[in-house]
């Protein structure tokens, strides 16, 4: 495995543990954050964005922690060639930082009697289930997410790399506090299905379903929205 992979999947790992965290303690019974607000949620999965990419970008990985900015940067490079190993490691990596967010709130499990929260502790739940409403809130999240790191990186906006991930970090929170009420905003692929893994196979006190027929949307949502977004910036000169 090369650091690339390795750069990923710790990466991903981060951002997992530290949002799905924010979203336990935000959540479960007796937490001593139980009732934090969205203002609470979207600004620590910010922070989490932003340290999960240092870390990923200080192991030699480029810092995607995201299979829609992956693809949509091999789209933008015309280079394929890490896309399977990357989007691979950001799976497995959200999938071991949930399971470290759930282990850090073990005795709190048992005492939350709504399975609806728990699940939403892992992947997003759309706020009206409309599944071809929820693919579009996905998809544009997305869009606007990629677009947008098209232009950060920009030689016309010419910001200092190391800036880089920061305002990343601020453009996630923004996507979150102005368009993630829908569904959550998911906005990557491995945010939610890695953790509905996890949700589906730890031995959680009444969780219920993980709510796979509604899996496709967080999933599919994201590709679609970071490829066009790709395509648009092209066709704008962007790339």
Known sequence: MGS?????????AVLLLLGTGVNAN??????????????????????AVLFG?????????PGHINPAVTIGMAIASNEFSHVGPYILAQL???MVGSGLAWLAYLPHW???????????IFSTIPAIRNLPANFVSELIGT???????????????????????????????????????STGYAINPA???????????????????????????????????GVIAILIARALGMI
Request: proline share 6%.
């Open 4 to 12: 690339g992979f390795i750069g990923e999947f710790v990466g991903t």
């Open 26 to 47: 935000a959540t479960l019974a007796r937490s001593k954050g139980q009732g934090g607000d969205w203002t609470v949620i979207t600004s620590a999965w910010g922070f």
């Open 53 to 61: 990419v240092l870390t990923a970008v200080s192991l030699g990985a």
């Open 92 to 94: 497995l990596g959200a």
């Open 110 to 120: 048992a005492l939350t009697d709504d399975p609806a929260a728990k699940l939403g």
């Open 143 to 181: 869009l606007a997410l990629l677009f947008v790191i098209v232009a950060i990186g920009s030689k016309l906006v010419a910001l200092p790399s190391y800036l880089g991930p920061m305002i990343v970090a601020f453009l996630v929170w923004g996507v979150g506090l102005s368009l993630g009420g």
């Open 191 to 225: 945010r939610d299905l890695g953790p509905r893994i996890m949700h589906a196979i730890l031995p959680i006190p009444g969780k219920g379903g993980s709510d796979w027929a509604y899996a496709w949307v967080p999933v599919g949502g994201p590709i679609a929205g």
